[in-house]
């Protein structure tokens, strides 16, 4: 069992930046995929960005604006969101899985509360 505390969201405008930060209850370091989701309004849960043991994937959405990473000796995930536009506002969710990474939300076991992110035009 862990638990997901995300922090970082807020209102920015176009073509800013934000950091997310997810802390971890316990150590991360035998977790493999550790995964960031985010859910518009009216819209399905979506993949944004994992990275796991054997490195990073990204969403095409967010492809070269956004990077995840991960402090194991902080139990830390992070996700460096610039170049923000309108269609990234979202709830954003920390996730995490014992296995290999997936782009599937149904996949991942443990899950944050979300942060809210807006992008204003």
């Known amino acids: 069992q862990v638990w997901l505390v995300e922090s970082g969201g807020g209102l920015v405008q176009a073509g800013g930046s934000l950091r997310l930060s997810c802390a971890a209850s316990?150590?991360?370091?035998?977790?493999?995929?550790m995964g960031w989701f985010r859910q518009a309004p009216g819209k399905e849960r979506e993949f944004v960005a994992a990275?796991?043991?054997?490195?990073?994937d990204y969403a095409d959405s967010v492809k070269g604006r956004f990077t995840i990473s991960r402090d194991n000796a902080k139990n830390a995930v992070y996700l460096q969101m610039n170049s923000l536009k309108p269609e990234d506002t979202a709830v954003y969710y920390c996730?995490?899985?014992?296995?290999?990474?997936?782009?599937?939300?149904?996949?991942?076991?443990?899950w944050g509360q979300g942060t809210q992110v807006t992008v204003s035009s």
């Open positions: 990275i796991s043991w054997s490195g990073g």
């Open positions: 996730a995490a899985r014992a296995l290999t990474s997936t782009r599937s939300a149904g996949d991942y076991p443990y």
């Open positions: 316990r150590s991360i370091f035998s977790i493999n995929t």
